[in-house]
Nanobody, 123 residues
Framework: QVQLVESGGGLVQAGDSLRLSCAASGRTLSSYAMGWFRQAPGKEREFVAAINWSGSVTYYAISMKGRFTLSRDNAKNTVYLQMNSLKPEDTAIYYC????????????????WGQGTQVTVSS
């Protein structure tokens, strides 16, 4: 079992930055590819970004590419999502997720989820 706890969400203005953290316990994170998803009110959960086990490969949804940066520190069992130039449409609950695989693929679906952290961007 892997327990994931997100933190770092909050209320910011358009153009601001936030850094989300996802701390894992129960298993070492180096065995897992990690991802972030988000869900806005009334919308389906959508993919945001993912990273392979070593941090050498990252993937981003088109609308986040260039604004968001995903990284990981396996020694701290933590994954970070740096979000810059935030827009009101980025408002959502952000979920951390883990896949029991070294690599993330387009067909990956998480084995574990965190509880989510709210990000609200005002205009």
């Amino acid at each position: 079992q892997v327990q994931l706890v997100e933190s770092g969400g909050g209320l910011v203005q358009a153009g601001d930055s936030l850094r989300l953290s996802c701390a894992a316990s129960g298993r070492t994170l180096s065995s897992y590819a990690m991802g972030w998803f988000r869900q806005a009110p009334g919308k389906e959960r959508e993919f945001v970004a993912a990273i392979n086990w070593s941090g050498s490969v990252t993937y981003y949804a088109i609308s986040m590419k260039g604004r968001f940066t995903l990284s990981r520190d396996n020694a701290k069992n933590t994954v970070y999502l740096q979000m810059n130039s935030l827009k009101p449409e980025d408002t959502a609950i952000y979920y951390c997720a883990a896949v029991h695989s070294n690599e993330w693929s387009s067909s990956s679906w998480p084995d574990y989820w965190g509880q989510g952290t709210q990000v609200t961007v005002s205009s």
